[in-house]
């Protein structure tokens, strides 16, 4: 695909920066590759203004009492490394707000950043954000379809995980959000903010020689996919200041997508490393996403006129033919003496509150009914020729 190779340096005017979604200076970064060290001072090292996307799944914070059993006695492999555990709720926060605040300085104006948690951190991942001016755009529900049960039966069964996405601020209003594919790819229906996808299993978990999980909180790649297909373009830089065992990198790479890891523990960086060089990327065909309709120049209807498409006089009608208006010259639509845009006319020919008359009304041709998207394509394609 033409994408860089790991530890690529990324600097200067190039094509390659430019696709790679850096600002053109003179600084060098590298991209697509692991760097070992604590998140904050390596974080720090990173130039202003550089990256598309953040994902971040940080420590949780646990607090769990002693170990954890199942009804046969067998002891559960959960999280007791000494990277979740702080000495209070106040370590925790002042810990939070020190990585929020070096990503919010790396990533673009218009980045967003996706923290992943559980109850027992993501409430104060959110609130801190929200203080460090961050902007929530959704809150979204990992609903896993495997999850491990409440062995001593005092609680729920705590199926689910989530993930807060947020732009740096309220004025970021060109953020990347690929709304038209993610419907295609859901039998035209809006993704909803609940995501059904099981937990990491089966070969897609990483075992060291003795059978046991190299790393216990190993993200589905199916997970971040959607994450990445969602809010980042191919070519885009997306970091990840915990970077565990690599899923994003791995998917980033997939996807045609750079990254930048941090991780402090060397056993998980190298397999992070291992696990990302296996993996082949996707032809670029195969993974862009297709143009966004608010990113298509805007057409006025007096266009169409101006072109030649509709002809002043012409009669419009809805697809089952029971209303019509006429276009005026000026680019309105006249109907029952009332004048206005293709909107508010078929609209008012309702009784409803509002229409998009480009694909309410229809115009007669040789071929029978053309929907007037229809020809505004066509001017879009006169255009882009031009």
């Avoid at 695909?1 to 094509?15: D, E, I």
């Avoid at 559980?118 to 379809?145: C, E, P, T």
């Avoid at 809010?231 to 899923?247: A, I, M, N």
């Avoid at 480009?358 to 001017?379: A, C, I, Q």
Wanted: hydrophobic residues 40%; glycine residues 8%; proline residues 6%.
């Amino acid at each position: 695909m033409g994408f860089p190779r790991t530890g690529t340096a990324v600097a200067g005017p190039r094509a390659k920066v430019a696709r790679a979604g850096f600002p053109v200076t003179a600084s060098r970064m590298t991209v697509d590759a692991v760097l070992l060290g604590d998140c904050i001072a390596e974080l720090e090292k990173l130039p202003a203004n550089s990256v598309d996307l953040v994902f971040a799944d940080p420590p949780y914070n646990l607090q769990l009492e002693g170990a954890l059993s199942r009804p046969d006695q067998s002891v559960v492999d959960a999280v007791d490394d000494d990277w979740d555990k702080f000495a209070s709720f106040e370590a925790y926060d002042a810990f939070t707000r020190a990585w929020l605040l070096q990503c919010r300085r790396v990533m673009k104006k218009d980045a967003t950043l996706w923290v992943i948690g559980s109850y027992h951190n993501i409430f104060r991942v959110g609130a801190i954000r929200q203080d460090l001016g961050f902007w929530i755009l959704n809150d979204v529900v990992w609903r896993k379809a495997n999850p491990m049960p409440n062995f001593r039966g005092r609680r729920f069964t705590n199926a689910h995980e989530t993930m807060i996405w947020a732009s740096r601020g309220p004025d970021a209003k060109g953020y990347t959000f690929h709304y038209e594919a993610l419907k295609a790819a859901n039998e035209d229906t809006q993704v909803r903010s609940d995501w059904f996808i099981p937990l990491c299993t089966g070969g897609e978990r990483l075992k060291n020689d003795d059978g046991r999980k190299v790393h216990p909180t190993q993200k589905p790649e199916a997970l971040l996919a959607r994450v990445l297909l969602s809010s980042s373009k191919p070519g885009d830089v997306v970091l990840d200041p915990f970077f565990g065992t690599g899923t994003t990198g791995a998917v980033a790479k997939r996807l045609g997508r750079h990254f930048i890891g941090i991780e402090r523990d060397p056993d998980y960086a190298a397999a992070a490393r291992e696990r990302i060089a296996a993996v082949v990327p996707l032809d670029l065909a195969a993974v862009e996403a297709p143009p966004s309709k608010r990113s298509e120049p805007r057409i006025p209807f007096a266009s169409l006129i101006e072109a030649g498409l509709i002809v002043p006089g012409a009669t419009l009608v809805d697809e089952k033919r029971r209303f019509t208006a006429t276009v005026r010259a000026d680019g309105a639509l006249q109907r029952d003496g009332i004048v206005g845009s293709i909107h508010k006319i078929g609209a008012l020919s309702q009784g409803l509150p509002a229409c998009n008359g480009w694909t309410f009304w229809h115009v007669e041709t040789s071929e029978g009914l053309v929907v007037l998207d229809d020809l505004r394509k066509r001017m879009r394609g006169l255009m882009a020729a031009a």
